[in-house]
């Protein structure tokens, strides 16, 4: 197989092979120290899913189940992730399972059938969903009382800026787009082309009221001063680029 090609890309989201390729190198930039995960991302969705003590968590698209065994080390217990790679470690900690899935069809999905969780985590995962109103729809089936999703996506403006430079155009005209796009992420494996549908904030929030549910919060979380400081290349990256969007979603009444 040829892992430049758009193959596995589902009608409405992006494509999913690449990413069986690209699992390992995510986790492994994502261990470096000055990883934009590790300096923003992840502490920002840390503090929005607060004390999990006691709580399920299920982490839809979790990788190697790293986030995941951090809660479970700060006390939560009957966690689930579930990825599509299997890239998983042989022996999880007490109270995790990993199951190896495809988000797009939750409702199918055995392990899951009958449960219901506190938290449900979709970091940076709902793109890859062939109809994320379905996928959300089928979270939220499976959200406990008074539980939320905490769902993030790499802000817009990133995708429409390189294609901007890329392609000599305007950053509107990039921004609002319909067609797919192909780029290589260097820091990952730059032999590896990820293909991608455009979007904009409004198709989120757009996706979130279809699929009933509203946003309690949001969050464009950026560097901390100390952070800023000790490494400049990742500020000058966050100034072109903007970061990442974290919504805390929860059902609307009735829906």
Known sequence: MDPTAEVGAHPGGDAVEPWLTLAQGYER???????LDRLVEWPAQ??????VTGLSVLDVGCGNGAKLAELVAAGATACVGLDISGNFPPAPPTGMELVRGDLSELERVPEL????????????????????VRTLRSARATLA??????????????????????????LGE???????????????????????????????LNIFSTAGL??????????????RRRYPHKQ??????????????????GR
């Open 46 to 51: 840390r503090e929005i899913l607060g004390d």
């Open 214 to 227: 509203w946003i309690e919060h949001a969050s464009e979380p950026q560097l901390p001063e100390d952070a």
């Open 145 to 170: 009382d008074d539980g939320f999703l905490l769902v993030t996506r790499t802000h817009p403006i990133r995708y429409a800026v390189e294609r901007s430079e890329q392609n000599g155009t305007t």
């Open 29 to 35: 930039a994502r261990a470096r120290e000055d990883s």
């Open 236 to 253: 000058a990256w966050m100034d072109r680029h903007l970061g990442i969007l974290i919504f805390k979603l929860r059902p609307l009444p």
């Open 113 to 132: 059938a009958g449960r219901t969780f506190d938290r449900i985590m979709f970091l940076q995962s709902i793109g890859y969903a062939s109809d994320p």
């Open 174 to 204: 990039e921004y609002f787009s319909t067609g797919r796009f192909t780029y290589r992420h260097r820091g990952w494996n730059d032999q590896v082309a990820l293909t991608k549908r455009a979007y904009t904030v409004s198709d989120l």
